[in-house]
């Protein structure tokens, strides 16, 4: 059976950083519990705790925790109210979808004295005659149930009444645990009998095997295979429809018979899967004879280039983006690579011989692909030839071009090859004033000397 573990509680205890001892809350549902046990020691500060739809068949080992306000256990196969004494806060209390027969057993809450909702709702015990007087008159602290208040004039008329509420449900709970007596023989005598129906075919399909020879094993071992599938196929079919179709009442064994059948069955179907991946043949990468095959199970595309300029052979394989790089395993080797992606092969035949040692691998950060580098064993001289001719051409121009720089940084210029026109001499030059356009250069003024009879040179002027 299913029982809490303490992987399981830190898991659920993400939102608490994975820390248990200091738990408030937790959420244990649907996780096929057949066993109630270790919280109150884990989680000594537990206060919301949910435990809906599990296998619970009894309500065990929350009595120490004191700070639990509300506890939801419905959808378990829980049958009586017990060991919740200790749970002195405890505020609210779900046994919804239940197999509550024994309503005295809800007397064991008068302890909680801060408990205010109840839900009983789909258990046996909803139908008794008076259930709901015989809660309300038991339970005095409290307010609500099965989402309904509780009145105070309801309440006063169920004490009244509760003596003679009391013997009924009594009565009740006699005739039903009776009844529960007899669906828990009638459920151990299907199982009895499933039990022995599966040794039986057991048996028979071991009887049968045996009587065949080995020689028929060989020779019909694939058609065999087919029949005995096909076979196995339509058991299980009419075996389902079977038990899916055969009326059994809703008690906690047919419950637990049902999740227990379903298991199995999960179970059968991974066995098969697992078995048919045992036997699938390997991917042949290399024949018999040597020679080595192209393959590529991953389905991945991929490019093969040339680099004649570098002399190389580049693969670029189209691997998934977000795959991490630690599925993958790259082999290099002279005449063929081989790439497995997540254990699926990719292998290809190179046209030339390469150099696996000075090989590398590389991925790209934007797309994912793996880039694999594989330079050739065989050298190519005319491709280094042309590299160096190309790189002596490129130091003769600056070569060239330096020369030329330094030339010019000396150059003068000789009037008699470069001649410049004068701008002073564009237009000609025109006698007459007062007409024609501006004279670019001022006329030269001869000056004539005159002498006057009458001039003194005075210095003192």
């Not at 009776?178 to 459920?187: Q, S, T, V």
């Not at 697992?274 to 020679?291: H, M, N």
């Amino acid at each position: 059976f299913l029982s809490v573990t303490e992987e399981l509680v830190r898991r659920r205890a993400e939102h608490n950083n994975c820390e248990i001892f200091s738990l408030e809350e937790i959420s244990l549902h649907q996780h096929e519990i057949e066993k109630l046990e270790y919280l109150d020691k884990w989680c000594r500060d537990l206060k919301i705790l949910y435990l809906q739809n599990n296998l619970i068949p009894k309500i065990e080992n929350v009595g120490k925790l004191k700070k639990l306000e509300y506890l939801n256990v419905a959808l378990n196969n829980i049958e009586r109210i017990e060991n919740l004494e200790g749970c002195e806060e405890l505020k609210k209390l779900d046994l919804t979808a239940n197999f509550i027969g024994e309503l005295s057993s809800i007397e064991a809450l008068k302890y909680n004295i801060h408990l205010k909702e109840l839900f009983l709702v789909g258990n046996p015990c909803t139908e008794f005659e008076g259930y709901r007087q015989f809660v309300v008159a038991t339970l005095h602290q409290l307010k609500c149930l099965d989402s309904k208040e509780i009145e105070r004039s309801e309440r006063i008329q169920a004490l009244q009444n509760y003596p003679e509420v009391k013997q009924k449900i009594r009565e009740q709970e006699q005739a039903y645990l009776l009844k529960r007596a007899r669906e828990k023989e009638e459920a151990q005598r299907r199982m009895q009998e499933r039990k022995d129906k599966k040794q039986k075919q057991m048996e028979s399909k071991l009887g049968f095997d045996s009587s065949d020879s080995l020689q028929n094993k060989e020779n019909h071992q694939a058609e065999g295979d087919r029949e005995q599938e096909t076979w196995r196929t339509v058991e299980d079919d009419e075996e389902d429809r079977r038990f899916w179709e055969e009326p059994t009442p809703y008690t906690p064994e047919s419950r637990l018979e049902t999740h227990r059948y379903i298991e199995e069955k999960r179970r059968a179907k991974d066995n098969i899967r697992e078995s048919k991946k045992r036997e699938k043949p390997l991917q042949t990468l290399v024949t018999a004879e040597g020679k080595v095959l192209n393959v590529n199970v991953p389905k991945l595309h991929f490019s093969l280039k040339d680099d004649e300029e570098n002399n190389q052979i580049i693969l670029d394989l189209a691997v998934y983006r977000h795959l991490d790089t630690s599925l993958l395993d790259v082999d290099v080797q002279p005449t063929y690579i081989r790439v497995l992606v997540k254990g699926k092969p990719f292998q290809l035949v190179l046209p030339e011989e390469v150099k696996p040692d000075s090989s590398s691998a590389k991925r790209s950060q934007t797309t994912g692909h793996l880039v694999v580098s594989m330079p050739k064993a065989k050298e190519i001289i005319l491709a280094k030839q042309k590299v160096s001719t190309s790189i002596k051409d490129s130091d003769c121009n600056i070569l060239q071009k330096n020369a030329r720089s330094v030339q010019v940084e000396k150059l003068e210029v000789d009037p008699s090859k470069y001649s410049f026109p004068d701008v002073t001499k564009i237009i000609q030059k025109k006698e007459q004033i007062g007409q024609g356009p501006i004279r670019l250069q001022p006329e030269k003024i001869t000056e004539t000397k005159k002498s006057y009879a009458d001039f003194e040179n005075n210095e003192d002027v």
